[in-house]
């Protein structure tokens, strides 16, 4: 049993549920989704866990009648609500003409997916008495077979549909159904509280950073231009002093300088409601008569799940006009863990633009003798407070 | 794979909800139908302390006409839509763009305003609702505002909304007599987040029409006086006169420096004016990958 679902504790809803018929209370943290409470909760172990985040299709139960991700679904959500789950259609027509179909076609072999599987299936029985093949691979797309290469599977569905279809059994739409998510019905207050409130989690140490090797191939890239009104020679200087232009780069903040070419700290990443942060360290290099640079770094969020790599090679010329300047930056870096799993290529692009906008507005008002701004929408440094309050240039496009 | 633990709090009326995201400590995340969050709940790629459950809000459950404008509360999901248990007032056109959003389970229980508010530049509402020239309706303790969806979205995962307010409802006006609409995404895998989408809602007999192309890396680039597209005259003839050089140029001042991801995108808003010259009602509910 997972400790989600230990004894009953304090920070646990007493979740009522009609379970297969049943009418159930179990007690769950909030955090638990629905298919933990059915298994580890209820026993009802014939709801498979897969991917835990939407794709595989494994966990697919009906919720007042409707095929939903058990993982997605979490207790607070279905409070009040009737699940069916496999063991439940037992006696179910259709899912018994499912059986019998994907028996005789060899629908399955591991099983693995054959719960979630026959729970969509006998949705696209019910709605889709006309649909054809590719209808019916459409709407099995969500729920992923590793074993059948799909073949039986459709052609179990499709010889149901057909032998309904011609007993002349009409479709199920649901029309008449409320509308909002299936599952949360209408009316009833909720209030299940966290106790004791969720501490700030002391930050683990981060992991051990390889070393920086030249020979880091990054695995995305991306190019960045920042114009400024203010000379080459002027903003060049600028760039050579990690302290000042730290101070302009949102989220960062840096530790320790254990070497003159060597940085530690971190960068606070904010993308939308996705909030983490990188420490690690950093080497610096300079060319003063190319006037280019480059910054290596390498980090880890706090638990140590996501990790990062990057380079930034930038190089100082001449703007369009006299007296200004152009900064070509050349950003290289990869990324690994949960936060790779989610996030793509053009997201971090996104971020990197915008952080680079609001460090193109710093560098030019340090430039221009006026205090940078403080900058706006970051929140506390939740892992790094206490800590020194210069910033690092280094981290920049460590997303 | 399971989330880092959070109170959920269910408030029944609006009035309640605005209450408690006012006091709401920081960590505070709204949630409706979850399809979106939960992944990044369950990954711990988010971390709140409070989760605040806007469904059982009766308002946001709600949809309505209100002359033109057809009202969809922020809760409606995008089976409602599918299904036809909301009005329709776009010839279809939501249905056709709801019933291809992911998969039946996610449809079942995700949500048009979650979807919006969550602004994922690859969804599909984030794109077709800017297209459609629709409004979103925002209330906070101080009071409600209105603002088109293209200034609502200000980047990947970016939205203008206050911390104390939420999306209550979206406005979507009616597709005129004679107007086309077409809607094209591009996925290698069928349900997957788009890797390039196109939209157009165009008005021949009034000569005008906006177009889009999203799941572009921020808020998608809208061309609101499309006629630049079709060789600056928007006729009965718009698709003949489709000029993908014009779009090419537009994603070019957009930004999108890659040319391979402007053809990408060039090319299926190519096939979205294609689709609004021609609309095949057997094609346009699956997905481009089907």
């Known amino acids: 049993m997972s400790a989600a679902l230990a004894e009953p504790g304090p920070s646990r809803m007493a979740l009522a549920l009609t379970v297969n018929g049943r009418a159930v209370r179990v007690a769950a943290e909030p955090r638990s989704h629905l298919g933990d409470v059915l298994r580890d909760g209820l026993d009802l172990t014939g709801t498979h866990l897969g991917c835990e985040h939407g794709v595989c299709g494994a966990c697919t139960v009906l919720l007042d009648g409707e095929p939903v991700r058990a993982c997605l679904t979490f207790a607070g ?3 009040g609500a009737a699940v069916t789950t496999i063991e439940g259609l037992d006696t179910d027509a259709i899912a018994g003409e499912l059986r019998a179909a994907f028996n005789r076609e060899h629908a399955l072999q591991c099983g693995y997916c054959t719960p979630g599987m026959l729970v969509a299936a006998r949705d696209l029985v019910l709605r889709l008495p006309e649909a054809d093949e590719r209808r019916i691979r459409v709407g099995l797309s969500g729920n992923l077979c590793r074993c059948t290469g799909y073949a039986g599977i ?25 509308l909002g998510p299936v599952g949360a019905g209408v009316g009833a207050a909720l209030v299940a509280p966290l106790h004791p409130p969720a501490d700030p989690v002391a ?13 880091f191939a990054p695995a995305q890239g991306f190019t960045q231009v920042l114009d400024l009104a203010h000379p080459p020679e002027a903003v060049f200087a600028l760039l050579g002093d990690i302290a000042a232009v730290a101070a302009c780069l949102p989220g960062a903040v840096l530790t320790a ?7 530690e700290g971190g960068l606070q990443v904010r993308i939308g409601p996705i909030a983490t942060t990188f420490r690690g360290r950093a080497r610096i290099g300079r060319d003063e008569v190319a006037r280019t640079g480059a910054v290596h770094g390498a980090g880890t969020d706090a638990g140590g799940r996501s990790a990062t790599e990057g380079r930034i090679r930038y190089r100082v ?25 989610f996030g793509r290529p053009g997201l971090v692009r996104d971020l990197a633009g915008r952080i680079a906008a609001e460090f193109c507005r710093n560098l030019d008002a340090r430039l221009s003798g006026v205090e940078a701004p403080a900058p706006a929408g970051l929140n506390p440094l939740r892992l790094l407070l206490g800590l020194a309050r210069a910033r690092l240039a280094a981290w920049l496009g460590r997303a | 794979m399971k989330p880092a633990a959070f109170a959920w709090e269910r408030p029944d009326s609006l009035p309640a909800l605005l209450a408690r995201l006012a006091e709401a400590p920081a960590g505070v995340k709204l949630i409706a139908g979850g399809q979106s969050l939960g992944p990044m709940l369950n990954l711990r790629l988010v971390e709140p302390s409070l989760i605040l459950d806007i469904t059982g809000v009766p ?36 249905r056709r763009v709801a019933a291809a959003i992911a998969y039946r389970p996610v449809r079942n229980r995700g949500t048009i305003g979650g979807s919006l508010a969550h602004a994922d530049p690859a969804a599909d509402w984030v794109s077709a609702l800017t297209a459609l020239g629709a409004e979103v309706e925002i209330a906070g303790r101080t009071g409600r505002r209105a603002l088109p969806v293209e200034r609502f979205v200000t980047g990947a ?22 107007a086309a609409w077409g809607y094209v995404k591009h996925c290698t895998k069928i349900g997957e987040f788009a890797h390039a989408i196109g939209a157009v809602r165009l008005e021949p ?14 808020p998608p680039v809208l061309l609101a006086d499309a006629r630049p597209l079709f060789g600056g005259r928007i006729g009965p003839d718009f698709a003949a006169r489709f000029d993908p050089r014009a779009a090419d140029l537009a994603l070019r001042e957009a930004g999108m420096a890659d040319a391979v991801e402007r053809h990408i995108h060039v090319t299926v808003l190519g096939r979205a004016v294609a689709a609004a010259a021609d609309p095949d009602p057997r094609a346009d509910t699956l997905p481009e990958a089907a």
Do not use: F, K, N
């Not at chain 1, 179990?156 to 011609?166: F, L």
């Not at chain 1, 369009?320 to 790779?340: H, I």
């Not at chain 2, 033109?68 to 089976?79: F, I, M, P, Q, S």
């Not at chain 2, 995962?157 to 007599?177: F, K, Q, S, Y």
């Open chain 2, 59 to 94: 308002e946001l459950r709600e949809a309505r006409v209100e002359g033109d404008t057809l009202v969809l509360g922020a809760c409606v999901t995008h089976a409602d839509l599918e299904d036809g248990r909301v009005p329709d007032l776009t010839g279809g056109a939501l």
């Open chain 1, 203 to 215: 930050p683990a140490a981060p992991a051990a950073v390889a070393d920086l090797s030249d020979a």
């Open chain 2, 157 to 178: 995962l970016t939205v203008a909304l206050g911390p104390d307010e939420i999306l209550l409802a979206v406005r979507v006006p009616a597709l005129p007599a004679g």
């Open chain 1, 257 to 263: 300088r254990p070497t003159p070419d060597t940085v």
């Open chain 1, 154 to 178: 459709v052609r179990a569905v499709m010889a149901v549909i057909a032998d309904r279809r011609g007993r002349g059994i009409p479709s199920e739409t649901g029309a008449e159904r409320a």
């Open chain 1, 77 to 79: 959500a279905c409070a």
């Open chain 2, 205 to 218: 007999g009034a000569g005008r029409g906006r177009a889009v192309i999203g799941a572009v890396e921020g």
């Open chain 1, 317 to 341: 010329g001449a703007g369009p006009t006299p007296g200004t300047t152009r900064v070509e930056l050349d950003v290289g870096y990869t990324l690994t863990g949960p936060l790779a799993q």
